[in-house]
């Protein structure tokens, strides 16, 4: 294996084989200097860790010199996952521009929606100018047509001046099949697995050691010389691996070492299909250890109750209990029968926090894999948009946006790519077609090698100014407003939480509370009017928000007691707190027309729902009345409360309710 020097001064320079597959050799040269590697006597290729392509993926790679970039976020110390309110965008797509420079004035716009962080579609490099990002061949280097490495530290230090954190979308199950080198340096890839991108990457197989790790010091080179905060691992379905330590437990060990050693926090996110809460689990627990990963389930559950499609792998979803189920427990198919599938699916992530799921109504992927890139906005009415941004924003669970969501973005966002090989081209277009026959969408996809596909997905900066745009917008900043300065909303505990659905009502009801304040947040998801579970109106509730209001270009409120056509009300009232000031977890509220796991009555006041969790909500048995000493109370999420004399006095259906 040889070194051929570009510049500054062109040479051939041998090295030296080391065992085990490697090579090496020390020559000093000075920064932004070229070369290449031959290998066995071949064509000249790029170097597999090279940190700039300035000419290309077919070009020699350029020296960095990352300590001469000055960084002015020495204070910063990351945010992890559960504290993030992200903001997805492609950088060639966001701005006319299409430069990470480009992105930088638009940061402050965000910060004002309430956005935490920035996440950026993958920034590697790619043939040609235009790509979702996902066909990159060089890990470690950064797209010359954005700004190369020096415009990504520069994106990367203004966000941090504008406390917002940055996630950057790498791909570590395929690599692109244009300018792709990295087989010719050694075993990379396997024919063990495939994946519908390309070659698998090697995790698993002879000399997957020396693999694993370049994807390992991949990661880390973006913590260290980038500042990124975060990385959103996508397809993690796609990394085939069946060893006794698997690769993303691996990479989440040395990402917290990494973290512990720097003192800034690192996180992981994954993206996957899998619904295998074993991602999500520390290994303590058995699971892989990483920190939160994108919630699919959430996105389809209120994508169907929107827009009543029935396509795909919406076959598997429709109905408002399931909407409930994405919010309480995250998977929605969790160990069922999944008919998209044919088989049965997923396991049960109810033991995990509910800020470990990453949830959406639109990103990159459910607008850009539909024929014509429709977004939201395009499919639903102004009401039921709003209903989708309250769904998201006040989520019990990490919000997410896509570019231009929060103005209502009518442009669409299509699948494009800029290749040189026609045979190439023709298959990816051939492909796109076959991914929609599921869907029975009636058309033609536009053509994604077509530079007019990449100029129609730029989202229109301006729409944000006007009519119902600019109403949507001060919605959104309304709702993440509401969310960070309201504790059971900003601070969601799944031991704190009661989301339910009455049989056969479009009304999902989600109350939270913290020992000071409780909130209950109601979504109707009917094209009519709905009877709302509205608080007891003898409780000191105050509504926060109702996006039927006049002033976010609703119709107008109904009666307290109902709920407008795709709408929802937010509603927030001190916790009633016992004279003894004991510490209580039940739910504070006193009565819902939608019965809660357990309803506390004073003396003046019947009860209407029988106490004894194993009985549900309407238990028939003989009635029976008791002023108890003490009395043991089973909420719905298994806790035992004590409840005292002369504070609490409760009326029981069943005289067997009671435990003395």
């Not at 990379?188 to 090697?202: C, H, K």
Request: one cysteine or more; a neutral charge.
């Amino acid at each position: 294996m040889t070194v051929r020097l570009v510049t500054p001064t062109p040479d051939l320079i041998p090295l030296k084989p080391e065992g085990d597959g490697y090579w090496r050799v020390t020559v000093s040269l000075p920064p932004d200097s070229l070369y290449q590697y031959v290998v066995d006597g071949g064509p000249p290729r790029p170097d597999p860790v090279s940190h700039a392509q300035p000419d290309g993926v077919h070009g020699p790679s350029q020296l960095i010199d990352h300590a001469a970039f000055a960084w002015r976020d020495g204070g910063w110390r990351g945010r992890p996952p559960a504290e993030m309110i992200l903001y997805e965008l492609h950088v060639g797509a966001f701005t006319p521009e299409g430069t990470f420079d480009a992105v930088i004035p638009r940061l402050d716009a965000l910060r004002e929606l309430g956005v935490t962080a920035v996440e950026l579609m993958p920034v590697a490099p790619f043939p040609g100018a235009r790509n979702w990002g996902y066909d990159g061949v060089a890990p470690f280097a950064v797209h010359r047509a954005y700004g190369g490495p020096a415009g990504l530290k520069r994106l990367v230090d203004a966000c941090h001046a504008r406390d917002l954190a940055v996630v950057l979308d790498v791909v570590y199950n395929h690599l692109g099949p244009e300018g792709n080198y990295l087989a010719e340096f050694g075993p990379y890839f396997t024919d063990t697995y495939s994946t519908p991108w390309g070659a698998a990457i090697n995790f698993d197989d002879a000399w997957s050691d020396g693999v694993r790790n370049y994807f390992i010091e991949n990661a880390l080179h973006w913590f260290s010389h980038y500042h990124v905060d975060a990385l959103r691992l996508d397809a993690i379905h796609g990394i085939m691996d069946r060893s006794a330590n698997p690769f993303l437990k691996e990479l989440a060990e040395r990402t917290a070492a990494w973290s512990a050693e720097s003192g800034r926090t690192a996180a992981l996110i994954a993206e996957s299909d899998l619904n295998d809460a074993r991602i999500l689990r520390p290994p303590s627990a058995g699971g892989f250890g990483l920190d939160a990963q994108w919630s699919d389930d959430y996105h389809h559950a209120l994508h169907t109750l929107l827009t009543g499609e029935t396509q795909g792998y919406y076959v598997d979803f429709g109905t408002v209990g399931q909407m409930a189920t994405a919010m309480r427990d995250g998977f929605v198919i969790s160990g069922q029968y999944s008919r998209f599938r044919k088989r049965r699916h997923g396991n049960s992530s109810a033991d995990r926090p509910t800020d470990q799921f990453i949830v959406f109504a639109q990103n990159h992927d459910q607008v850009g894999n539909r024929l014509h890139g429709d977004r939201l906005s395009t499919l639903v009415s102004f009401e039921a948009l709003k209903l989708a941004a309250a769904v998201v924003a006040l989520a019990p669970a990490v919000p997410l946006l896509f570019m231009g969501e929060e103005y209502g973005e009518e442009a669409p966002f299509l699948y494009f790519v800029s290749h040189d090989d026609p045979g190439l081209i023709e298959a990816v277009r051939r492909g796109r077609k076959e991914a929609f026959l599921a869907f029975c969408w009636r058309g033609e996809p536009p053509d994604p090698q077509a530079e007019a596909t990449f100029l129609r997905s730029k989202i229109d900066w301006t729409l944000r100014d006007t009519g119902r745009h600019r109403l949507l917008l001060e919605f959104y900043r309304e709702l993440f407003r509401l969310r960070k300065a309201t504790p059971p909303l900003s601070r969601p505990d799944r031991n704190r939480l009661d989301v339910r659905v009455s049989e056969g009502s479009p009304v999902l009801s989600v109350q939270s509370w913290t020992e000071r304040v409780v909130t209950c947040c109601l979504f109707n998801f009917s094209g009519s009017d709905a009877d709302a579970p509205v608080p007891d109106r003898t409780a000191r509730w105050d509504k926060l928000i109702d996006s039927a209001d006049p002033r976010w270009g609703g119709p107008g409120s109904a009666r307290p007691d109902r709920l407008r056509a795709h709408s929802v009300a937010v509603y927030r009232a001190p916790v009633k707190r016992p004279r003894h000031r004991r510490r209580e977890t039940a739910p504070p509220w006193t009565r819902c027309r939608i019965p809660p796991p357990v309803t506390w009555r004073t003396a003046r006041r019947r009860p209407s729902a029988c106490l004894r969790a194993d009985h549900g909500p309407h238990c028939a048995g003989p009635s029976s009345s008791r002023s108890c000493f003490k009395t043991t109370v089973r909420t719905g999420n298994g806790i035992s409360i004590p409840s005292f004399r002369n504070r609490f006095r409760m009326r029981l259906r069943s005289s067997c309710c009671t435990r003395y």
